[in-house]
């Protein structure tokens, strides 16, 4: 599958969106939990449809006003070159952060954490 630079650029988006602030190491697994997806049968095959696939990212509605920033490009190389902190990961959430609807679902679903990293926990 060819990564295009407009999916390295909104997978920049999606890192500053959703884990600005964030050790880089944690943005960097953001980036890997998109990329993750793609291989994954249980999601949609490309960046693009999986960013927007619905319900799966809070930051979704603010997406296309967001400038990446300097770090989470870096991240979004990092990512694409292969780099996955997030060991795996097809999930992630802040509990700080996390809607009600999110918590449950991170408190029921039949997944196992990999590692936090910052505030964000993933999972497989």
Do not use: W
């Not at 964030?22 to 949609?44: C, D, M, T, W």
């Not at 979004?76 to 009600?100: F, M, V």
């Not at 999110?102 to 910052?118: E, N, P, S, Y």
Request: net charge negative.
């Amino acid at each position: 599958r060819v990564i295009t630079d407009d999916d390295e650029y909104l997978l920049a988006k999606l890192i500053t969106a959703e884990a600005q602030g964030e050790p880089f190491e944690g943005q960097v697994a953001v980036g890997a939990v998109a990329l993750n997806r793609i291989k994954s049968p249980y999601f949609p095959d490309t960046l693009k449809e999986v960013i927007y696939q619905k319900n799966q990212f809070a930051c979704l509605p603010k997406l296309p006003s967001i400038e990446p920033t300097a770090p989470a490009i870096r991240a979004a190389k990092e990512a694409l070159s292969g780099n996955d902190p997030s060991l795996g990961a097809l999930y992630y959430y802040n509990p700080l952060l996390a809607s009600t609807e999110g918590l449950r679902f991170f408190a029921t679903a039949d997944i196992q954490m990999t590692v936090k990293i910052g505030n964000h926990i993933f999972f497989k």
